[in-house]
């Protein structure tokens, strides 16, 4: 398993020497994570032209769920002082080692800590990594998408459970709760995120924080959660109807909104425009007349992140690759009414290959609970 | 309520002038809520000499929770390009206002960030506006002392429940779960911090992140929680044995770190350096042969963050004043063993005034269950 991790470092370590930087500083916890295998929260990586080194304040191995165990092929320093800041010392070592230039990572280190980086070593010449790493995740290996696939897997039986339960009467609160006990049953180390609960009015809307508000009869009910399996993080966000029968509305808007991710998950293909995905989902809205109810995007990537490059979205600069996982999740919100949202994870597969693969397959029809 | 966070932010503006800066372009997050009384995340609030602006890119009206609501004399700008970053537009506005300088928080800017309010306001003198928010929240008033009470009156209760039901055979992860669900029944917006449950050598563990490793039979067991009341974040600590009969070493280790917690609390007084409180506990510790097993830092304040100044450490700086709320919370883990944390939410007060409060009842006697 760690040679994986040794052969990303080595890839960042190429593009860091093509960039004129004798070493690389990784501050972003999912970027530490991702090269060094596992890491404490606010280690850092230095990835040097002989070796690699994490520096945490906390022990890598008293952890006892071993996330936050690296590769054997990494060296590990664990600070002493107590307020140390990784990043300082890192660069501090770096310099000790003879490194004359650094690349850091300028939109994770804050001005204060790129400071004390200066003070510290003022023999070294200090550049932008900008996101590298970042770039580098957007491609899943197998080992990823599995893990991508169970974690899918988890958040479908999840909430498959739900709906088999009475919801009328429940506040969105306990209902999220429920929903991120049993990705916990079904084997996920928690949830990739918040877990958001919406319902009557507060259907639709985008990362709405459940309140107290009680599931009512009539009401639209919207669900997103996703489990987090070995870092990997999936989504998967459902709409449905409490009650025998929907609104003449609610099947109207309903439509309209899975016509709008349909599109999006159709267009899913190596080779894509990021902003083709966002604007083939978009044009059904707006050609719905709800342009300004729904989001700024129509997806985003998910990996060691909930939310990560590549972003679906207008504004979006790039084209999509094979192996790469992302949401298509478009939402409605009719202020005062609420709303609709569909959201799933897939994997972007050539056409050879069957096209985008499907990880959350909760079905999407109109279910009236 | 509103003109609780007006006076807040006319405070800001006295100590920004007194710096020579014209306006104040605040961008922690805990910060802008504190002179805000509420904004989504990611929200920056711009203090100016004439006008206080706050931007975000999520309608904070539209947040069922409303939390996210500001005071009425904010003004409020949503944005409406998807990817625009809020500081960016406020230097901006404070450019475009005429302010010839801004002070900003370098300790939450990123280098990124930093250089492109740069760019789209060069005429304005960028200044560090440094911790100075965060140093304005460290003395609570009534109002903020009482959500703590509520909130640690909330873990009390959720604890308590979990104190009655059966725990051997149950895992790590489904306690700390349970938990989190008994804080919101009892009124939380969520628990304060991820709850910590560690049983047998995982016990006494700093921020353990829960396995499933289930409770067993002479299990030191150690659960760390708080609830989130209207924001405001309490924190409670407790150690039991599962089982009748605690071995020796149990009851010994437990009566040095109990011991160690009681002098930290009672050295809590207006006026008591930081690093004294730090001492006072930490002595007990090491008399006890104890000082590599715990842990840098014997407690911290509770406020809208779960850990704010001031630290209670032996390296911090300053005194502690009255209606200040921190945490004791003295640990000890024994490799492969466990260990026991006891961990209590207090308000220092003056003598006068009966000395410190303590806002987590919960006993602290060890109970064998």
Known sequence: MSEVYAARRARLRERCAAGGSEAALVSGDANVRYLSGGAPAGAVLL???????????ADPYADATG??????????????APDGDPAVAAAERAGAAGARSLAVEEHHLTVSRHRALRSVAPGLRLGDLGPAVEQQRVVKDDEE?????????????????????????????????????????????GPAFPT???????????????????????????????????????????????GTSPADWQIELYDQVFAAQRAGREALAPGTAYRDVDRAARVVLEAAGLAEHTGPRMG??????????????????????????????????????????????????????????????????????
């Open 145 to 189: 998408i599995s893990c991508l696939r169970i974690a899918a897997e988890i958040a479908d039986q999840a909430l498959g459970e739900l709906l088999e339960s009475i919801l009328v009467g429940r506040t969105e609160r306990h209902l999220a709760l429920e929903l991120e006990r049993r990705l916990v049953d079904h084997g996920a180390g």
């Open 196 to 242: 958001s609960v919406g319902a009557g009015p507060n259907s639709g809307l985008a990362g709405h924080v459940p309140t107290d508000r009680r599931v009512e009869e009539g009401d639209f009910l919207s669900v997103c959660l996703g489990a987090d399996y070995r870092g990997y993080r999936s989504e998967i966000g459902r709409t449905f109807v409490i």
């Open 300 to 369: 985003h990537g998910v990996g060691l992140e909930n939310d990560e490059d590549p972003r679906l979205a207008p504004s979006a600069m790039g084209k999509l690759d094979a192996c790469v996982p992302v949401t298509v999740d478009p939402g409605v919100h009719l202020p005062g009414r609420g709303g609709v949202r569909i959201d799933d994870t897939l994997v972007v597969r050539p056409e050879a290959d069957g096209g985008p693969e499907l990880l959350t397959i909760t079905t999407k029809e109109l279910l009236a609970l």
């Open 67 to 80: 996330r936050s165990r690296p590769g054997e092929d990494v060296q590990v320093e664990v600070l002493t």
């Open 47 to 57: 990835v040097g032209p002989d070796r690699d080194l994490l520096v945490c304040t």
